[in-house]
C-alpha cells in the first residue's frame, strides 16, 4: 500500500504561481512513475506532468514552459512548481504514483486561479 498526501493548494490570481508537493508514505520502494492530474468541474481528470524514478519530466501541452515538476527520492516526494497561473489551470490537483501492478491516487487538493 502507498499512501499520498498532497499540500499546497490554495487561491491564487492569474499570472501568479503556487507549489504543489505529494509526500508519499508506506510501500514507498514499489513506486515508479509518478505524476500530477487535474480535473476541473465537469471535466475529465487530465495529465499535468509525470516524471520517472530517474527524473525524466514530460508534460502537457497546456503547462509545458510554465510548470515544472520535479521529484525528491531521498525525502519520498514530488512537487509541482505552477507559475504564470491562468483560470484554465483551475481544478483538484491529484498526485498519482505507479506501482508494478497498478497505481494508487491521492485525496486532492484545490486550485484556484481567479481571472
Known amino acids: 500500500q502507498v499512501q499520498l498526501v498532497e499540500s499546497g493548494g490554495g487561491l491564487v490570481q492569474a499570472g501568479g504561481s503556487l507549489t504543489l508537493s505529494c509526500a508519499a508514505s508506506g510501500s514507498i520502494f514499489s513506486i515508479n512513475a509518478m505524476g500530477w492530474y487535474r480535473q476541473a468541474p465537469g471535466k475529465q481528470r487530465e495529465l499535468v506532468a509525470t516524471i520517472t524514478t530517474g527524473g525524466s519530466p514530460t508534460y502537457a501541452d497546456s503547462v509545458k514552459g510554465r510548470f515544472t515538476i520535479s521529484r525528491d527520492n531521498a525525502k519520498n516526494t514530488m512537487d509541482l512548481q505552477m507559475n504564470r497561473l491562468k483560470p484554465e489551470d483551475t481544478g483538484v490537483h491529484y498526485c498519482?504514483?505507479?506501482?508494478?501492478?497498478?497505481?494508487?491516487w491521492g485525496q486532492g487538493t484545490q486550485v484556484t486561479v481567479s481571472s
Open positions: 498519482k504514483a505507479e506501482v508494478r501492478v497498478g497505481s494508487y
